[in-house]
């Protein structure tokens, strides 16, 4: 809940072939001869054994040499001598200290029980004989296409995997049945098996026919976007001491749908990271957003909201990395990461820039609603242009009527409170810098505030709700819809340098506005006017909704 309280003084390749390349690369083969691949050979040994000390992280850096990049690993250390000198194993500092057997002078150090085997130093003794070629980052590298063979075959698919047979002497397996190939087309396609009408339908209408009627089908989207539904925790749980429900589907069925109009994976990215932002966003750009939305929230009571909205923010970033960039980026949290190209600046960089949310829940409305949502709106705005032409000095006219309202009504001074807890510990208010004081988290109706205020002859107290982008769909309140409750308003009162509160009676309350009086059909909830709150009751209440 937000308030202030103040007092006046988101072409199909041929099914069957594409099993049996699944399953033919599947094979533990034969492989040719390959030069040693820095990125799946060298670079994680030289992560396990050497950046720790020698890589990007300027704190934990030893002798001025830095290992994870190639001209710095040329340009040798605080020795002098080059660490690799490509073509020549020999004449690397690198190799020579990893072979070295004098404890001064072998690396790893001794005392870090982390030396080379002797096949692992021929990896890299190899590696530089070939040049000490390095390489970025698998996710940083442009998808390049391979020559397809020359095999007398159409299908690029088809070539590559004769290709392979051939190299390896083994010859493909006859075509299956056409129920056999129906069957798996299915299953690779919208993941159900056929019915046996749709058995029957395959041999009649044929191979093509069935993959554009499945490609066309609803089913396609709701298999192939499981996989990003799972990078994306969709489905996980929703808390961590509570599985709550949380309403989240409407995204589900958004991705479902980008997979089934093909939507472009730029766009596909775009809107689920930053819908919001696009000009004139839609409500289905919105919605694309909460591809950050599905981390586990905290809504146990006492704890900090704060401390856990930063864990969601975590979780995003991590979420993104995996997802999208093809890092891990959870080790540059604390440290500059010492196998993924991630300083710890640039993970905080991309902190900052998802840090400037809200965390609101927000109506989704149908088709039939988002058109009389539009009408009302563009009413609204038809009107004030109406009257704005009616009285061109509505700015004077406007400002001159609040200055009347003020002074007529008095003067307001916001309380600067010195103390916000709650009685069981539940809730942590807090204040904003213009005075508001912010509730979210676990509700509860023992909060408390004290402040020393200033001022003499105070004659009355005001407390406004007010809507804030952290609470439920904006506020002001912090029930599943927005909504409040109040169930009494107390002040108490003690003299400078006591500790002896005194309560005060609080007398002719009056509300801008009050919900009519409502009663469950139990008769121990009411909705009450705004009185109710200088009247103890543990069944009425003030409420707004």
């Not at 890299?124 to 000490?132: M, Q, R």
């Not at 960039?325 to 993970?347: E, I, N, V």
């Amino acid at each position: 809940m937000n308030l202030t309280l103040s007092v006046v003084g988101r072409a199909a390749p041929s099914a069957h072939r594409l099993v049996l390349a699944a399953i033919l690369f599947g094979i533990a083969l034969p492989a040719s001869a390959v030069e040693i691949d820095f990125r799946t050979e060298v670079l994680p040994l030289l992560s396990d054994r050497c950046l720790s000390c020698h890589g990007a992280d300027e704190g934990s850096r030893e002798g001025g040499l830095r290992l994870d990049l190639r001209d710095e690993a040329l340009r040798g250390g605080d020795s002098g001598s080059a660490a690799i000198v490509p073509g020549d194993p020999e004449g690397s500092e690198l190799i020579r200290r990893v072979r070295s057997h004098d404890d001064g002078d072998m690396m790893p150090p001794p005392e870090r029980m982390q030396t080379l085997d002797a096949a692992q130093i021929e990896t890299l003794a190899t590696w530089i004989a070939e040049g000490a070629v390095y390489e970025e980052h698998w996710a940083f590298q442009p998808i390049v296409a391979e020559p397809i063979p020359d095999v007398g075959l159409a299908h690029p698919i088809d070539a590559f995997v004769a290709d392979r047979l051939a190299e390896v002497g083994l010859s493909p397996a006859p075509e299956a049945s056409p129920e056999v190939l129906c069957r798996r087309l299915y299953l690779d396609l919208i993941g159900l098996p056929p019915t046996p009408e749709q058995v029957e339908a395959f041999s009649r209408e044929g191979y093509e026919a069935t993959v554009d009627a499945l490609l066309a089908s609803e089913r396609f989207g709701e298999k192939w976007a499981r996989h990003w539904l799972d990078v994306a925790r969709y489905s996980d749980t929703n808390g961590y001491e509570k599985d709550l429900q949380r309403d989240q589907w409407i995204w589900r069925d958004w991705v479902i749908d980008s997979f089934n109009r093909d939507q472009p994976y730029d766009r596909f990215v775009i809107e689920q990271i930053a819908g919001d932002l696009l000009p004139n966003a839609t409500q289905e750009q919105i919605i694309a957003t909460g591809f950050l939305r599905n981390s586990m929230i905290n809504e146990e009571g006492a704890i900090i909201p704060e401390q856990f909205r930063k864990v969601e923010m975590f979780d995003r970033l991590d979420c993104i990395g995996k997802s999208v960039l093809g890092l891990s980026t959870q080790c540059a949290q604390c440290h500059s990461h010492k196998y993924d190209p991630l300083s710890m600046h640039d993970y905080y960089a991309m902190f900052a820039s998802l840090n400037d949310t809200y965390e609101a829940r927000s109506w989704v409305y149908d088709a039939a609603g988002l058109q009389r949502r539009d009408e009302v709106l563009a009413e609204i705005a038809a009107n004030e242009t109406r009257l704005r032409e009616a009285r061109p000095a509505w700015r004077d006219e406007l400002t001159a009527w609040s200055r009347e309202v003020a002074e007529r009504t008095g003067t307001w001074q916001t309380l600067e409170m010195t103390r916000l807890e709650s009685i069981s510990g539940l809730n942590h208010p807090v204040q904003e810098p213009d005075g508001s004081i912010l509730m979210i988290g676990h509700s509860s109706n023992d909060v408390f505030f004290e402040c020393e205020p200033t001022l003499d002859g105070i004659t009355g107290l005001r407390l406004e709700a007010l809507v804030h982008r952290d609470l439920p769909f904006d506020g002001p309140g912090r029930s599943g819809i927005g909504g409040w409750g109040i169930q009494e308003l107390e002040l108490f009162v003690a003299a400078p340098g006591t500790d002896a509160w005194e309560k005060l009676t609080l007398t002719d309350a009056t509300a801008d506005w009050s919900k009519p009086e409502w009663r469950s059909e139990d008769g121990k909830q009411i909705a009450a006017r705004g009185d109710a709150t200088v009247r103890r009751s543990r069944s009425s209440a003030w409420r707004n909704r």
